[in-house]
């Protein structure tokens, strides 16, 4: 149990450190172009455009990297605080300080979260500003001299050891055993703090001095993931093998390794054969030259090309090193393959990379959705979300519309993750949730969707059940009936509880006003706010067409004293995950009491001219009023 903690918690550290550098990706491509341009070695060296490429490698990249994990700890607060924080290690060093970025972004977004935290309720009203602006600066500040004075000294003696190490390794001929390290790394989810932590940096300065890195080709050569999924082209079987031809495109030119990892982790023997060929790429490397002038990030073919220095001998060294690389990995994959026992489940292995990511992948729900057909005779539909309160229900009452608009005898309800009946046939859940479900019932056939409120699943799923459903009309009037008997409340929209031209800066702050609000008027008991908090960052509570439903996790049902809702008009927005958000209902749901309501403003808000209308009422009679016309 301990090792299984310990992997899950490197893994969870891994995932993090990616998730401080993907978002910036654009700026490092745009760092890698001016540098393979317009440096002294470039294409088209030009004096005055190569002054752009220092001050993006030692000021722009690092302070991006800081104001994300900043962000990442704690949104806007935290972005800023942990920019300021890493100025100071930026100053305090000759080298980019893309590695300090990574200790004191997130550092000063926990330090300012943790001061948020212990002023909470204790400021006077009318402060509020005054406190939030001097504390950030305040704090920013002492962490920009703490950074300045300790932490860039020892990033920098860190560095200069590990120079030295590469330097060693380089002159003994034994880089190429790096492979062993940065193969299983990219598993973990670590490859990009190891690229952008500490082979970019050290590639930075060896580019400024000799013109090339061979650091930079180390974790980004596509060769041993191409290998692999060639192999699995020839000898894989079903599943695995149909889809490995896209993938392998989908790796080599597009750069998004991570979509060979469920290949790999179906057959771990695997990992051997993309270290093997991690190795021998990289000694082909040393052995004829090759290097990168700029980063080349995706790990594309194409990138890879556009970073290569403009000679010959350096274009033959770096395919060399891919093409072998993918040749060692495809002789030595195939035997894996060709040996063994194929058990393959490329949908497990996708989840559990998933699982291990710690978050929603953009490549595992290519493998995921791929589940055969619908099952036949469908009675149960049941949409599920970890509280079963919110998102569900709406799903629920949009694809019940639909159901009944096709004059389909079917049962469609809305239900917690955890309580998902044994006999569901379909069930639908958002997409981070779809491993939750699939483990709870796996026999059922699953669908995920990332937009509860217009999916185009829904249509493609009541095209799929025209043909084929067999619930009588007496079972499903039976069940109609049921489900309008639930005790309604037509109070549950009150005026009061609207509220217009709202701003906030921040999602966060979004949902504890709508907690808030909760709060106040006797629906919930204060520590359910915390647990909307909590439900957002486990899964997104944005449904799609500019809404969110923030409301509790399915712990905190024993908080809601009774079911209660308010609205709230954001005619700017609000961030919600990279996603505008201009309406957000806060709900505690008791007893299934507020469902009604609940089902009439999914309907309401799965037209985009509802939405808009509610988003330009003027007064909170006009907001209900779109809302109870439906």
Same mark, same amino acid.
């Given at each position: 149990?301990?090792?299984?903690?310990?992997?899950?918690?490197?893994?969870?550290?891994?995932?993090?450190?990616s998730s401080?550098?993907?978002?910036?990706?654009?700026?490092?491509?745009a760092?890698?172009?001016?540098?393979?341009?317009?440096?002294?070695?470039?294409?088209?060296?030009?004096?005055?455009?190569t002054?752009l490429?220092?001050?993006?490698?030692?000021?722009?990249l690092?302070?991006?990297?800081g104001?994300?994990?900043?962000?990442l700890?704690?949104?806007q607060?935290?972005?800023?605080?942990?920019?300021?924080?890493?100025m100071g290690?930026?100053?305090?060093?000759?080298?980019p300080?893309?590695l300090?970025?990574?200790?004191?972004?997130?550092?000063?977004?926990?330090?300012?979260k943790?001061?948020d935290?212990?002023?909470?309720?204790?400021?006077?009203?009318?402060?509020?500003?005054?406190?939030?602006? !001097?504390s950030?600066?305040? =704090? %920013? $500040?002492? +962490?920009?001299?703490?950074a300045?004075? &300790?932490?860039?000294? @020892?990033?920098?003696?860190?560095?200069?050891?590990?120079?030295?190490?590469?330097?060693w390794?380089?002159?003994?001929?034994l880089?190429?055993?790096?492979?062993?390290?940065?193969?299983p790394?990219?598993?973990?989810?670590?490859n990009?703090?190891?690229?952008?932590?500490?082979?970019?940096p050290?590639g930075?300065?060896?580019?400024?001095?000799?013109?090339?890195?061979?650091?930079?080709?180390?974790?980004?050569?596509?060769g041993?993931?191409?290998?692999?999924?060639?192999?699995?082209?020839?000898?894989g079987?079903?599943?695995?093998k149909?889809?490995?031809?896209?993938?392998?495109?989908?790796?080599?030119?597009?750069?998004?390794?991570?979509?060979?990892?469920?290949?790999?982790l179906?057959?771990p023997?695997?990992?051997?054969?993309?270290?093997?060929?991690g190795i021998?790429?990289? !000694?082909t490397?040393?052995? =004829? %030259? $090759?290097? +990168?002038?700029?980063?080349?990030?995706p &790990?594309s073919?194409? @990138?890879i090309?556009?970073?290569?220095?403009?000679?010959?001998?350096?274009?033959?060294?770096?395919?060399?090193?891919?093409?072998?690389?993918?040749?060692?990995?495809?002789?030595?994959?195939?035997?894996?393959?060709?040996?063994g026992?194929?058990?393959?489940?490329?949908d497990?292995?996708?989840r559990?990379?998933?699982?291990?990511?710690?978050?929603?992948?953009?490549?595992?729900?290519?493998f995921t959705?791929?589940?055969g057909?619908?099952?036949?005779?469908?009675?149960?539909?049941?949409?599920?979300c970890?509280?079963?309160?919110?998102?569900?229900?709406?799903g629920?009452?949009?694809?019940?519309?639909?159901?009944?608009?096709?004059?389909?005898?079917?049962?469609?309800?809305?239900?917690?993750?955890?309580?998902?009946?044994?006999?569901?046939?379909?069930?639908?859940?958002?997409?981070?949730?779809?491993?939750?479900a699939?483990?709870k019932?796996?026999?059922?056939?699953?669908?995920?969707?990332?937009?509860?409120?217009?999916?185009?699943?829904?249509?493609k799923?009541?095209?799929?059940?025209?043909n084929?459903?067999?619930?009588?009309?007496?079972?499903?009037?039976?069940?109609?009936?049921?489900?309008?008997?639930?005790?309604?409340?037509?109070?549950?929209?009150?005026?009061?509880?609207v509220?217009?031209?709202?701003h906030?800066s921040s999602?966060?702050?979004?949902?504890?006003?709508?907690?808030?609000?909760?709060?106040?008027?006797?629906?919930?008991?204060e520590?359910?706010?915390?647990?909307?908090?909590?439900r957002?960052?486990?899964?997104?509570?944005?449904?799609?067409?500019?809404?969110?439903?923030?409301?509790?996790?399915?712990?905190?049902?024993?908080?809601?004293?009774?079911s209660?809702?308010?609205?709230?008009?954001v005619?700017?927005?609000?961030?919600?995950?990279?996603?505008?958000?201009?309406?957000?209902?806060?709900?505690?749901?008791?007893?299934?009491?507020?469902?009604?309501?609940?089902?009439?403003?999914?309907?309401?808000?799965?037209?985009?001219?509802?939405?808009?209308k509610m988003?330009?009422?003027?007064?909170?009679?006009?907001?209900?009023?779109i809302?109870?016309?439906?």
């Amino acid at each position: 149990m301990a090792q299984s903690n310990i992997k899950v918690a490197v893994q969870k550290f891994g995932n993090f450190l990616s998730s401080m550098v993907m978002p910036n990706i654009g700026a490092f491509i745009a760092w890698g172009l001016i540098t393979a341009l317009f440096i002294p070695t470039g294409f088209f060296p030009n004096e005055s455009l190569t002054k752009l490429v220092d001050p993006m490698v030692k000021y722009l990249l690092p302070l991006l990297i800081g104001y994300t994990g900043g962000k990442l700890v704690h949104d806007q607060r935290g972005g800023v605080v942990g920019a300021i924080a890493t100025m100071g290690v930026i100053v305090g060093s000759d080298i980019p300080m893309f590695l300090g970025a990574m200790i004191m972004g997130p550092l000063g977004g926990y330090i300012i979260k943790k001061f948020d935290q212990f002023i909470e309720g204790k400021v006077k009203t009318g402060f509020e500003m005054l406190i939030n602006n !001097f504390s950030a600066g305040i =704090l %920013g $500040g002492i +962490l920009a001299i703490l950074a300045f004075l &300790g932490v860039s000294p @020892a990033v920098d003696g860190f560095t200069g050891a590990l120079v030295v190490g590469v330097d060693w390794m380089v002159a003994h001929g034994l880089l190429p055993l790096t492979s062993i390290l940065i193969e299983p790394a990219k598993i973990l989810f670590l490859n990009n703090a190891i690229n952008h932590g500490i082979l970019s940096p050290i590639g930075a300065e060896q580019i400024r001095t000799n013109g090339q890195s061979i650091l930079l080709l180390l974790e980004t050569n596509p060769g041993p993931g191409l290998g692999i999924l060639l192999a699995y082209c020839f000898f894989g079987k079903g599943t695995a093998k149909q889809s490995a031809p896209g993938a392998a495109i989908i790796h080599f030119i597009g750069g998004i390794h991570e979509i060979y990892f469920p290949y790999v982790l179906m057959r771990p023997l695997l990992i051997i054969a993309a270290i093997l060929g991690g190795i021998s790429g990289v !000694f082909t490397f040393v052995l =004829l %030259g $090759g290097g +990168l002038q700029a980063v080349a990030s995706p &790990g594309s073919i194409l @990138a890879i090309l556009a970073a290569t220095p403009g000679n010959a001998g350096s274009y033959v060294a770096n395919i060399s090193g891919v093409l072998v690389a993918a040749i060692v990995s495809f002789i030595v994959g195939s035997l894996i393959l060709k040996t063994g026992k194929q058990t393959e489940d490329l949908d497990e292995a996708a989840r559990k990379m998933q699982e291990m990511k710690g978050k929603k992948s953009s490549v595992a729900g290519s493998f995921t959705k791929q589940q055969g057909e619908v099952p036949a005779s469908v009675q149960k539909i049941v949409f599920a979300c970890d509280a079963g309160m919110g998102s569900s229900a709406m799903g629920a009452s949009l694809l019940r519309k639909k159901v009944k608009q096709a004059d389909l005898n079917i049962s469609v309800t809305n239900t917690a993750i955890s309580n998902i009946p044994s006999d569901a046939q379909i069930v639908i859940t958002q997409e981070e949730l779809t491993p939750r479900a699939q483990n709870k019932v796996p026999d059922a056939y699953h669908i995920s969707v990332d937009n509860f409120l217009s999916s185009p699943e829904y249509d493609k799923l009541i095209d799929q059940l025209k043909n084929d459903h067999t619930t009588s009309k007496a079972e499903e009037e039976k069940r109609v009936s049921a489900e309008n008997n639930t005790d309604s409340n037509d109070g549950l929209l009150k005026e009061e509880n609207v509220f217009l031209n709202q701003h906030f800066s921040s999602k966060e702050e979004a949902i504890r006003f709508a907690g808030s609000v909760l709060v106040k008027g006797g629906y919930v008991e204060e520590n359910y706010v915390e647990a909307m908090i909590e439900r957002d960052n486990m899964t997104s509570t944005y449904m799609g067409n500019d809404v969110a439903i923030p409301h509790g996790t399915e712990e905190a049902k024993k908080n809601v004293l009774r079911s209660g809702f308010t609205v709230i008009q954001v005619p700017e927005g609000v961030d919600f995950d990279g996603e505008k958000v201009r309406l957000i209902f806060g709900i505690a749901g008791k007893d299934g009491t507020h469902l009604e309501i609940l089902s009439g403003i999914a309907i309401t808000c799965s037209d985009m001219d509802n939405i808009e209308k509610m988003v330009h009422a003027k007064s909170a009679k006009e907001l209900m009023a779109i809302i109870q016309r439906n």
